[in-house]
């Protein structure tokens, strides 16, 4: 993965801390970025 890491970040259209987060704030993170609207505010 050391090896990989530089050519990951110069490629990347989006960074992601995942530290201390749980998988469904990683998720709303990454549609708030992407201005997607979440699950509960496409209902309303």
Known sequence: MAKR???YRRVA????DTNRRNPGAV???IL???QVPS?????T
């Open 5 to 7: 890491a530089p050519l």
């Open 13 to 16: 259209t989006m960074r992601v």
């Open 27 to 29: 998720v709303r993170h």
């Open 32 to 34: 708030s970025r992407l």
């Open 39 to 43: 699950p509960s505010e496409a209902a």
